[in-house]
């Protein structure tokens, strides 16, 4: 019995591989993973970082539905799927309807090239890392379109805001990323990785880890980098006016985009999925979760930026710095090779 | 009205009534020209109650819950302040134990007052734990002085000539428990906050008020003293048990947001001296004058009291006509006249600078609306 | 290069006052939680927990105490409270028989329990009360007394 379905699935598969080939349907099938695991993921680290406020600030967090309340996430997803999509009556509707779904999208081309493993990665692209940051940058726009469209100051406040603060900080973040690129010569992100062999890029370039750390913080909006959606001072920014699970997708993204700033971190800086005893992805994942606990960790403690000393930090500290790292990079590489 | 002077590029913001850092119902009409402020106009009287016009419609000790709910995070400040000038008005004499215990629980409030505001503040400025951390020791003087008023925030426990209930031992251990405890803390939150970078670079240099427009706008207590005025009611106009204690009065020199913060923080160490002195020195005896009518009926005239609240000077002032009724009932609160500068000293600057100015001031909206 | 020392200085000092933030921050994760979670488990109430008032039992009568002098009403902030007084007998004092008071208007001040000459009403200690409509929190009582059995 159980011989026959595996003898018909293995059919039907010969039969789509003939059909779309393999390397597309890979690719759907890595879709489909990839949008499972967004959600799963999404829901974990919310969950998380809820647990990780709740211990800094001397609470437990969420507790009640289900083990350490690790249900309570999805509990909260049903119910902002199950909220009305107010559409307030002066906007701009298709930019207002369109910018979830564009703050979403671009999140999930970057798992295309992300090396959970030696083998587990959909693509090896030669141009890996130029992908993500260039599927990144529509974050900006989406947001930009979002603040616009919803025709209320607060949201506009925080799009202008948005705008400057990922133009400026998008810089040393690339800079900081370049100087990698050029200690290990490749842009694949497998590439990189293995170019990390015994020793991590973090002990040649820990210059270059902070100041990119710092940017993803700022690029991901997260505190002390959070101004566009400041609450105590643009009540939310650019999602004010959204409801039901259009905040929900601005949310998902939040929280995927910390996991891909994250995740490319641990490649450029952290050996990617290298590590004894455990296999690759386990030793990915745990880096990264690492990381993202520190990320929470920033985000509990300290007051947020001024908006025109946000500027200031990254015009006058962090570009100098990774202009300098990045040339001093460059030369000690000249004279070693 | 700022309505005409409108041009091209700028635009109305309404910071408020529903906004999530105006504390309440406060509404904040701003001109900006991008993120820069270029006039504001505070509009209050959202949550306005009447509290005056009830005084004058009830007898004094009727009037006396009351008190507690107009600045709701001082409300055994102001219950104090009430007594201190209804007995002002009568002659009453308080028992040595009464006056000691009052300024016990006077001065706790107004570091569960001050601890409120540390963590609000902090909380608008963008950092959410040290609001709990505050929270969490405020949570100890609200049990504290649970034990002994019966109640949490609305206290209503000095009466006239004294004091409703005397001291219990769980006060008295929970008091001597607190104040190493707190002490702690305070280490732990210059750590955490008054050192910070971003804290520092957020809060020095705005807002800056000096000493004469300090003076101009009428503005009292932790605000007053950033500016470097060292004008404590209860060193300037002394009452109760206060010239008896030995403590400071801290002051700034530059008036800016950071110096407000100081010197709220540094008030609430010398609070705790006080606390730790009082309780030291208590005498025993009675906790409440005998043959103080339950009817109180001041002699005819007009009664001014000033009392240092945690938020500056508040003024009592009525009228009576010798019924068991006041004729006018008026409450000068300070937050209102320090709200009244924002208008002054906000132009010029950024939202974001808003937000820590009006922070800084530490307004409580029903005490301001009454 | 005065210049250079202040800036690099401005860097470190800026990252170590964050650092040590930090460090704070991870100190107290791992402190007891200092929440009470509520519906699970409550603050334990002092002593003079001053809530809603209630009409005290007395032992010798296993009733109540209250004689309808009217103290309470008569400083009663709110004016919440109405009682009925009924002299049976010609030589005993006055016994209320109604006892009204309108929990929604009470501001909980306590002022009723001080005044009362006969030390008949109490602090109730349960501040969970709820009501489907406002007409039920206009309580009698005496007769919740009664109903509360001996």
């Not at chain 1, 992805?281 to 300290?302: A, D, E, N």
Request: charged share 20%; with cysteine.
């Amino acid at each position: 019995m159980s011989d026959g379905i595996l003898v018909d699935l293995r059919v039907i598969w010969e039969a789509l591989v003939r059909f779309f080939g393999l390397e597309a349907l890979v690719l759907v099938i890595g879709l489909v993973v990839i949008l499972a695991w967004v959600q799963v993921n999404a829901l974990f680290l919310v969950w998380l970082e809820r647990k990780v406020a709740g211990h800094i600030q001397l609470r437990i967090g969420p507790k009640e539905v289900g083990p350490f309340g690790v249900l309570q996430t999805i509990v909260d997803g049903i119910k902002l799927l199950g909220k009305e999509l107010i559409t307030p009556q002066p906007v701009s509707w298709l930019l207002f309807i369109l910018s979830p779904i564009m703050v979403f999208t671009p999140v999930l081309v970057a798992f295309v090239v992300l090396p959970f493993g030696p083998h587990l990665i959909i693509r090896d692209i030669n141009v890996g890392l130029m992908l993500i940051f260039a599927f990144g940058g529509i974050n900006v726009l989406s947001i930009l379109m979002g603040g616009w469209a919803s025709n209320n100051k607060y949201a506009l406040l925080g799009a202008i805001r948005s705008v400057a603060q990922n133009v400026a900080y998008e810089i040393p973040l690339l800079l900081s990323a370049m100087s990698v690129v050029v200690m290990s010569g490749t842009l694949s992100m497998q590439g990189i990785v293995e170019a990390q062999e015994g020793v991590w890029f973090i002990f040649y370039q820990p210059v270059a880890g902070l100041l990119y750390l710092i940017g993803a913080t700022a690029e991901t909006n997260r505190a002390p980098f959070d101004i566009p959606e400041a609450e105590s001072e643009l009540v939310a920014g650019f999602h004010t006016e959204y409801s039901g699970m259009r905040f929900g997708l601005f949310f998902l993204a939040e929280y995927t985009n910390m996991f891909i700033v994250a995740a490319v971190a641990t490649t450029l800086f952290f050996g990617g999925w290298r590590g004894p005893f455990l296999p690759g992805p386990w030793w990915f994942l745990i880096k990264v979760y690492i990381l993202i606990f520190g990320v929470m960790w920033v985000r509990w403690t300290f007051p947020r930026l001024r908006f025109d000393q946000l500027m200031n930090f990254a015009w006058k500290y962090m570009i100098p710095i990774a202009l300098l790292n990045l040339l001093v990079t460059a030369l000690v590489m000249k004279l070693v090779r | 009205m700022l309505r005409k002077t409108l041009t091209e590029d700028s635009f109305y913001l309404n910071l408020g009534p529903q906004h999530p850092s105006t504390h309440g119902v406060l509404h904040l009409l701003l001109k900006l020209d991008g993120e820069r402020i270029l006039e504001c106009k505070p509009l209050v009287g959202y949550s306005h109650r009447a509290h005056e016009h009830m005084g004058q419609n009830r007898t004094y000790l009727q009037f006396l819950p009351n008190t507690s709910r107009m600045d709701y995070l001082g409300g055994l400040c102001y219950n104090h302040a009430y007594c201190l000038a209804v007995e002002k008005a009568c002659g009453i004499e308080v028992p040595e134990r009464a006056r000691y215990i009052r300024t016990v629980c006077a001065e706790l409030n107004r570091i569960s007052s001050h601890l409120l505001w540390f963590g609000a503040y902090l909380m608008d400025l963008g950092a959410f734990t040290p609001f709990l951390y505050a929270f969490d020791d405020r949570e100890d003087i609200l049990a504290i002085l649970g034990e002994v008023t019966g109640s949490r925030l609305t206290y209503s426990y000095c009466r006239f000539g004294g004091v409703n209930r005397d001291l219990n031992q769980n006060f008295l251990d929970g008091t001597k428990a607190f104040i190493p405890k707190l002490r702690k803390r305070l280490k732990d939150y210059r750590t955490l906050v008054t050192k910070n970078i971003i804290f520092l670079n957020r809060t020095k240099g705005i807002g800056t008020v000096s000493a004469e427009l300090a003076r101009d706008w009428a503005l009292t207590g932790p605000n007053l003293r950033a500016c470097g005025v060292a004008y404590d009611l209860r060193r300037a106009e002394p009452y109760s048990i206060y010239p008896e204690l030995e403590f400071e009065i801290p002051t700034a020199t530059a008036g800016d947001c950071y110096d407000r913060y100081w010197v709220r923080m540094a008030e609430m160490e010398q609070s705790l001296r006080i606390v730790e002195q009082a309780l030291g020195r208590l005498p025993e005896g009675p906790v409440k004058a005998a043959g103080v009518p339950q009817w109180i009926q001041p002699p005819a005239g007009d009664y001014h009291f000033s009392y240092e609240s945690p938020r500056g000077h508040l003024g009592i002032y009525f009228v009576s006509d010798g019924g068991r009724v006041p004729l006018r009932m008026k409450w000068r609160t300070p937050s209102f006249s320090n709200l009244s500068i924002l208008s002054e000293i906000l132009p010029g600057t950024l939202v974001a600078d808003t937000i820590a100015i009006l922070g800084s001031i530490d307004v409580v909206i029903p005490e301001i609306d009454r | 290069m005065n210049a250079v020392v202040r800036y690099l200085r401005d860097v470190f000092s800026g990252a170590w006052s964050l650092a040590m933030g930090m460090s704070v921050t991870l100190r107290y994760m791992f402190k007891p939680v200092s929440t009470v979670q509520y519906p699970r488990e409550a603050m334990p109430l002092p002593e003079v927990y001053r809530g809603h008032i209630e009409l005290r039992r007395f032992a010798e009568t296993g009733s109540h105490g209250c004689v309808a002098c009217g103290e309470c009403f008569r400083i009663c902030p709110s004016g919440v409270i109405k009682v009925q007084g009924l002299k049976e007998e010609a030589d005993r004092p006055n016994r209320a028989v109604f006892y009204f008071i309108d929990f929604s208007r009470c501001s909980l001040c306590g002022l009723c329990v001080e005044v009362c000459p006969e030390s008949a009403l109490a602090f109730s200690k349960v501040y969970e009360e709820v009501g489907v409509s406002r007409y039920s929190t206009v309580v009698d009582l005496i007769a919740r007394l009664e109903s509360q059995g001996a």
